[in-house]
């Protein structure tokens, strides 16, 4: 199943779920008992709050994130709350007029005050499932809930991708753009990778100044060769955008990366700012890859090691590059240059 279709199911059944709950702890409240139809009302209002999210409304996220936290969480809310609530208000009284209800029936029902708590307390499950969305996104998506479930309070052992990705001529366009010019070509920038992140299950493990760091679990990586696929999904972004880089900046954004794999340790490090840390040769020797690239002229180098792992049917082929003794290392590695048919 498509990777983005999965994220999107995933998300639907942590909304449904989370509305069940609410509708359940809502007629608790306030009737002492809880019957079927608190938990279908429920899971539906977070059904539409699901397919506002990801489908109706989902172009405004990037003006979403020029706001303060704050405000954008509490913003959205609203605005997903009016638009529930006037639907549902909309069906309830077509309903209501087919059972021979009245109009001031509909009236006094809107006015009273049951339907005012229920509108705060709704008002209020949007906020919460807002706010866990946005945490997720400045985390990362999937690490709130790994450190909700304390997955790496001890250090584990595993095998991961990592890939170094870095702004080219970075220095220079700091130089011709100015400081504040520059970061807002890095936003831009960075806010082009979030739909290639999520097409490929990878994670963004952290961003060091114009650089963007991406890891993998192995079997996710190697999966449709996604490790190989999210740099070029990135790529095709740019080039369809490449007018609008070109007349707000003057230059067209173009990038390098090096991939590697290998064994890290992964844990939970810290006490007043708390993440999630890998350590590992994989990683040095990753950085490394990538700064062969202008040495060689490449965009894309991958390890020997990697591309060993990786079928590559008829998608992608390799140049073998020198092999060389990359900087700080011992032992030399193959290096290879990737690139599309």
């Known amino acids: 199943m498509n990777i983005k279709i999965t994220s999107k199911l995933r998300y639907l059944i942590e909304f449904c ?3 069940a ?35 109706i409304l989902s ?10 936290l704050l405000f954008s969480v509490l913003i959205k809310s609203f605005i997903y709350f009016l638009i529930i609530n006037l639907f549902s208000g909309i069906v309830g009284l077509i309903v209501g007029l087919f059972k021979g209800l009245q109009m001031q029936d509909f009236y006094e029902s809107l006015l009273s005050l049951e339907q005012l708590i229920l509108n705060i307390y ?14 997720n996104l400045l985390l990362g998506e999937g690490v709130l809930i790994k450190f909700l479930l304390g997955k790496y309070r001890k250090p584990t052992t ?13 220095t220079t366009l700091a130089e011709k753009l100015g400081l504040k010019k520059y970061y807002e070509l890095l936003n831009d920038f960075f806010h082009e990778i979030s739909e290639p992140v999520r097409d490929t299950s990878a994670e963004v493990y952290q961003y060091v100044g114009d650089e963007v760091v991406f890891t993998w679990k192995t079997n996710e990586g190697l999966t449709n060769t996604n490790c190989l696929k999210i740099f070029f999904q990135i790529q095709e972004k740019i080039f369809k955008n490449k007018e609008y880089y070109q007349n707000k900046y003057g230059v067209i954004p173009s990038f390098k ?27 040095n020797t990753s950085a490394r890859i990538q700064e062969q690239c202008n040495k060689v002229n490449r965009k894309l180098l991958i390890s020997g090691i990697l591309l060993n792992q990786l079928n590559l049917d008829n998608e992608y082929q390799s140049e073998k590059m020198d092999t060389v003794t990359l900087r700080g290392k011992e032992s030399a590695i193959e290096l290879f240059s990737m690139t599309e048919f």
Do not use: C
Not at 23 to 44: C, K, N
Not at 122 to 135: D, P
């Open 17 to 19: 779920l989370f509305g």
């Open 158 to 170: 595993e095998y991961r991708i990592f890939m170094f990705l870095d702004l080219k001529s970075s």
């Open 122 to 135: 709704t008002l209020a499950v949007y906020v919460l499932v807002t706010f866990y969305l946005q945490i």
């Open 21 to 55: 709950l609410a509708g359940m702890i809502y007629q608790l409240l306030r009737e002492d008992f809880i019957d079927f139809m608190a938990i279908i009302m429920g899971s539906s209002l977070l059904f539409g709050f699901w397919v506002l999210e990801f489908f």
């Open 257 to 283: 990366a090096g991939l590697h794999f290998g064994r890290v340790i992964s844990a939970q490090i810290g006490d007043i700012k708390r993440e999630i840390v890998y350590n590992g040769d994989v990683l």
């Open 59 to 68: 172009g405004l996220k990037k003006h979403f994130l020029k706001l303060p």
